[in-house]
């Protein structure tokens, strides 16, 4: 069966056919469809308990959904000005990383739908799962992290990054997925010389929610 993008589930695997989803078993049933309004440009899986995971689905409208695979009404989480290229949720799923096709990359509240920030160059991000306060993202050649609303750091990388766990990068470059160790010493400095002590500790912890 032909698709534009693929992504597994603990029991199901989900097809994209342009505007169309498809969730079926690893036996080939069909159990769930859905039908957006507008080409889906990327999706996520988000999580949750086997069989009830949700998707984070970015349109080529501008549109970003949640859809949980037991029910059959996606979830308007956002309405983004231009299309969607890559997405993803922090740790607490209260704020959203959007990355355009005018190469922005856009974070919001989810609660207030307020634009925290934007970076410029960027082809795709990713929230770090240990830490609620920092992401990271890649474009024009280089790897950017940035922590709370301090500057970015960066180093040269290509590639699509895909997942930030503490201090490993995965990326894909190509047709190959690499991990990446980077130093955390950076951001660290950046919060003690705002005397952000509280930040220091519960980065070294790995508590940073």
């Known amino acids: 069966m032909e698709c534009n993008l693929l992504v597994v589930c603990s029991h199901h695997l989900i097809l994209c056919q342009e505007r169309r989803l498809q969730c079926l078993t690893f036996t080939g049933v069909k159990e769930r469809e859905w039908v957006v309004e507008s080409s889906i440009r990327y999706m996520k899986v988000t999580g949750g308990p086997p069989g009830r995971e949700g998707l984070l689905v970015g349109l080529k409208n501008g549109e970003i959904i949640t859809i949980f695979l037991d029910s059959s009404f996606p979830v308007l989480q956002l309405k983004h ?106 951001p660290m400095y950046q919060y003690l010389e705002k005397k952000m002590f509280l930040y220091c500790w519960c980065w070294e912890s790995g508590m940073c929610r």
């Open 81 to 186: 000005q231009t299309a969607v290229r890559c997405l993803d949720l922090s740790a607490s799923r209260t704020r959203l990383a959007v990355v355009d096709e005018n190469n922005a990359c856009m974070v919001y509240d989810l609660n207030s739908k307020e634009l925290l920030f934007q970076e410029p160059n960027a082809n795709s991000v990713a929230w770090n799962t240990h830490n609620e306060n920092m992401l990271c993202f890649t474009g024009n050649g280089f790897l950017k992290i940035k922590a709370s609303n301090f500057p970015t750091h960066q180093r040269r990388m290509q590639g699509f990054v895909v997942g930030f766990s503490g201090s490993k990068i995965f990326c894909l470059q190509v047709h190959s997925m690499t991990s990446v160790d980077v130093p955390q010493s950076a």
